[in-house]
């Protein structure tokens, strides 16, 4: 059962997980480096815990206590409780859902593990936005993409906002980063996946064209924002796309998170279902 403590200082040490959480780059640093990340709001808190992410500590303030009793007492870590005011000049912003949760991540999984059983998968490059990976995130949970690999300067799936975006999907939906790019891109098409780029090029195949729910192992490939693919990337894939552009190169365009949650239908439509 989670111990119930009271605190009314600020830089009160006991709360170390949860200070600067509007500091990106040293949220983006520490969190990886000392194996922990923030879970926001009683529903992505309750979505961590049955995905089986372990519990370092939780801060609510006092309203909150009633409504998540059963998760403070099923979790044997402790539940600090402070007046939103504190959370506030601890977090550097208004905790609207008054309760967040440190979690403990879990070991990455590896590419060469999530290919073997998977069939339709999303490789994202260089997407660095958080709110664009827990769209993203959140499309693949919904519309059945099996797994998703992250280019090494990818942004941390597990980053507050991405998760809170996401609503707790990037805890259902499996990742791995490739080690190396585009090189890590072999071992994509070596486990039997054809890989398609998603490209505004005017040039590309139209996704119905291409008909990808009747390929067996599918990867797509999605680019940041604005920039898109880059060359090596385009080369190691199938350039293909659908008739609107993935990124925001004009005025009556798709963002990629939108575009991305198209495309996924597209490769998942008529999926079987063994």
Not at 152 to 175: E, I, N, Q, T, W
């Amino acid at each position: 059962m989670g111990e119930l403590i009271t605190i009314d200082t600020p830089d009160d040490p006991r709360l170390h997980d949860y200070t600067g959480l509007t500091d990106v780059e040293l949220r983006r640093r520490r969190e990886p480096a000392e194996g922990l990340f923030i879970a926001e709001g009683e529903k992505v808190i309750r979505r961590a815990g049955d995905a089986g992410y372990a519990m370092r500590s939780m801060l609510l303030s006092a309203k909150w206590v009633d409504t998540m009793r059963d998760v403070i007492d099923e979790a044997p870590a402790p539940v600090y409780v402070v007046e939103p005011e504190l959370a506030e000049r601890v977090t550097g912003y208004h905790v609207h859902r008054g309760a967040l949760a440190s979690m403990r991540r879990k070991p990455l999984h590896s590419a060469a593990d999530l290919l073997r059983a998977a069939r339709r998968v999303v490789v994202m490059e260089s997407v660095n936005d958080h709110t664009n990976i827990g769209a993203i995130f959140r499309s693949a949970a919904a519309l059945g993409i099996d797994a998703v690999l992250l280019s090494p300067d990818c942004a941390d799936p597990l980053y507050r906002r991405s998760v809170k975006v996401s609503m707790g999907a990037v805890f259902s939906v499996p990742y791995a980063r490739l080690d190396t790019w585009p090189a890590g891109l072999a071992t994509v098409g070596e486990a039997g996946f054809t890989l398609l780029a998603l490209t505004p090029d005017e040039r590309a195949e139209p996704l119905d064209e291409v008909a990808p729910h009747r390929m067996d192992r599918v990867a797509l490939m999605l680019g940041a924002e604005g920039d898109g693919l880059s060359r090596r990337a385009l080369a190691a894939g199938e350039p293909t796309g659908p008739a609107f552009p993935l990124c925001p190169t004009g005025s009556t365009v798709l963002n990629v998170g939108a575009a991305a949650a198209v495309a996924f239908y597209a490769v998942t439509a008529g999926r079987p279902t063994e």
